[in-house]
DNA sequence: GTAGGGTTAG
């Protein structure tokens, strides 16, 4: 009978059915308890057998040591802990297999105190030159951070095999110290494959790409064959670097080797197609997938979003509803910034309100592109409704309130918001400081923008970038005073670019400030000689003062170097259709309707600042002018 | 012990 119950016990995996056989052992068999509840254990049935646990008068190590272990590989560290605790309290002894669960699991939650506790009860228990629990330890210290313990249990541990050394060096790798972790590597007389992957990770993680591509060549060269993890970390590596070459070749490896292409390669691979803007290739490597988790929809989602191609990224994002794949908080990240870059304002309060219900606008990313997508949508009372509720603000959701508040005009609110993010001693950077110059440009608040862009080097030691310059020069020129904006491009530290000569040759045209213009044109025609409108602009000015030679002569040489102008369309959605047309345009047959829709929206659209989009897909156009 | 996805501006 007794045979007869440990078979049943073993083709048992419901709980229904373990009831009973649980209800026979109570009765008549109380010694299989410890046998029962392992048996739970290994079913990850944890609660059950914590009940049945809780009826055992006198539990050995072994059975608290099983439950140890079952806490820690299912995640639920807390209580491993705490049954390690619980277990040091009831017993004199100590199973040698408790310790390094319960470190790792200290380890996880970060408790360094407990951690350290258990260090000196391996100790007191004789265990202190067991390698295995030796390694738990070094794993352990290198966790939490006290990389100078963990290099002490190192030293004294006679005979080190790989896996002491490659915790060692995933510490130092995680505390930037790339050097030492680099010299224990070479210092390996033996390396197994976790060693190459550390290592390589190691130099990944510290941004430092090429010596990780060369560890990863030199693995090669010494015929250690790549496993998944060393793919997928070269592979994050080109994503990185926006390497396709190098991110083909690691595909190539993958198909001539026959390797495994498990979900994370493959995501590994989609991600590095979306970071080389090769998106088509992603989508066709996440149609290939055999099976798609909410890492590869959201990596897919995000790789449309990042590329500008909002509307197949909300397409995608249906798709997997549709698929029943439940979205987490960074699926809706990249949803709302696809909203957001449509300014559709339907879909996104669609979103908005999921978000809301669900609780996830506590996350601070989602709260951030929730804020963003409002202001972008032109809600600016709800984007500040969220931005206010949002419990944990950091960086970017300041910047995105500060930013949403000046482009929808409110310079004044974006002013004080930044006022408020000092006191809250939040340290601002130089997109906080794009958004309050954009601010001081719409208001015309010349000083204060000099003022803020003054600041950036000397109270935050933020280096300004071509893009605040170029605010700088828009402030200057759209309050007409250009002599002072040409001695600002003249003196600036960074080579001007194409908005910035072309912001001024704007402003010479309005002001008709020939000598001005020829400047900037001069400077112009270098950096990009194919543009026309820099040329019809200069010819408009000459023809302006009446200088009509000098105005033909640049039409000539127009002309003579081939240069054509292109025609600017513009476009508007209306009942979900795109329509396009030239400037004075009146061919399109709902020309009059939309006619008004476009000039009240053009009146919006430039007191908010906005410029539209112009990269739309080809085929959605319902019109399209020949000429 | 070593692997994959996120927000702001330009």
């Known amino acids: 009978m007794e045979q007869n119950l440990i078979s049943l016990l073993q083709s048992s995996v419901r709980l229904k059915e373990l009831k009973q056989i649980h209800a026979l052992i109570f009765k008549k068999y109380i010694s299989f308890t410890p046998f029962f509840i392992k048996r739970l254990l290994h079913l990850s049935i944890v609660d059950y057998a914590r009940l049945v646990f809780n009826q055992v008068p006198q539990p050995d190590q072994y059975l608290y040591c099983s439950f140890i272990s079952a806490y820690s590989k299912l995640s639920l560290y807390a209580e491993a802990k705490k049954m390690f605790f619980l277990m040091h309290h009831d017993l004199a002894r100590i199973s040698c297999f408790a310790f390094s669960p319960a470190l790792s699991s200290c380890a996880s939650l970060m408790a360094t105190s407990e951690g350290k506790q258990i260090h000196s009860l391996v100790i007191n228990y004789g265990f202190g030159s067991n390698v295995f629990i030796q390694t738990t330890l070094i794993d352990f210290y290198a966790k939490t951070g006290d990389l100078g313990s963990a290099k002490q249990v190192f030293d004294e541990i006679s005979v080190k095999d790989p896996a002491s050394y490659n915790c060692l060096i995933s510490g130092y790798s995680k505390s930037g110290e790339v050097l030492v972790a680099r010299n224990l590597f070479d210092k390996m007389t033996e390396r197994t494959i976790v060693s190459w992957n550390s290592m390589i990770s190691c130099y990944a993680h510290n941004g430092h790409y090429t010596q990780a591509l060369e560890i990863f060549e030199r693995m090669q060269a010494v015929k250690c064959q790549p496993s998944e993890i060393t793919l997928v970390t070269i592979l994050s590596i080109c994503a990185k670097l926006g390497d396709l070459e190098m991110g083909l070749r690691v595909r190539k490896l993958i198909e001539n080797n026959k390797l495994c292409r498990n979900m994370i390669v493959s995501t590994a691979l989609l991600e590095m197609y979306v970071k080389c803007g090769a998106v088509n290739d992603a989508r066709r490597e996440f149609d290939q997938m055999a099976q798609r988790d909410i890492v590869a929809w959201s990596a897919m989602i995000a790789g449309y979003a990042q590329n500008g191609r909002s509307n197949e990224a909300l397409e995608l994002f249906e798709l997997m509803k549709s698929e029943n794949v439940k979205p987490n908080d960074v699926t809706l990240v990249s949803v709302l910034s696809a909203c957001a870059q449509l300014g559709s304002v339907e879909h996104g309060e669609r979103i908005g309100k999921y978000i809301e219900s669900r609780g996830f606008a506590s996350n601070v990313y989602v709260g951030s592109a929730l804020l963003d997508m409002y202001a972008k949508c032109g809600n600016i009372r709800k984007a500040l409704q969220v931005f206010d509720q949002m419990t944990h603000k950091d960086i970017v959701s300041w910047n995105s309130m500060i930013g949403g508040l000046a482009a929808n005009g409110l310079a004044e609110d974006a002013i004080s918001l930044y006022m408020k993010m000092k006191e809250a001693e939040v340290k601002p950077n130089d997109i906080t400081f794009t958004g309050l110059l954009t601010a001081c440009t719409h208001a015309g608040l010349v000083e204060l923008g000099l003022e803020f862009f003054k600041s950036m080097k000397s109270d935050h030691n933020i ?159 319902l019109y399209t002018d020949s000429s």
């Open 463 to 621: 280096i300004p970038k071509v893009e605040h310059c170029a605010c700088i020069v828009d402030l200057f020129c759209r309050s007409g005073r250009l002599e002072e904006a040409y001695k600002f491009i003249c003196n600036m530290e960074m080579e001007p670019n194409v908005v910035i000569w072309g912001t001024l040759l704007s402003a010479s045209r309005t002001y008709l400030n020939v000598e001005l213009a020829e400047r900037s044109v001069e400077k112009l025609l270098i950096l990009e000689p194919e543009n026309s409108g820099n040329y019809v602009l200069l010819s408009n000015i000459y023809a302006s003062v009446g200088r009509w030679q000098e105005a033909l002569k640049v039409r000539k040489l127009m002309k003579d170097r081939r240069i054509q102008k292109i025609a600017a369309y513009s476009w508007i959605e209306i009942e979900d259709k795109l329509h396009k047309f030239l400037v004075g345009d009146t061919s399109h047959p709902r020309f009059t309707e939309i006619y008004s829709v476009v000039d009240g929206l053009r009146l919006q659209m430039n007191w908010a600042g906005y410029t539209p989009n112009s990269d739309l897909p080809e085929e959605d156009f």
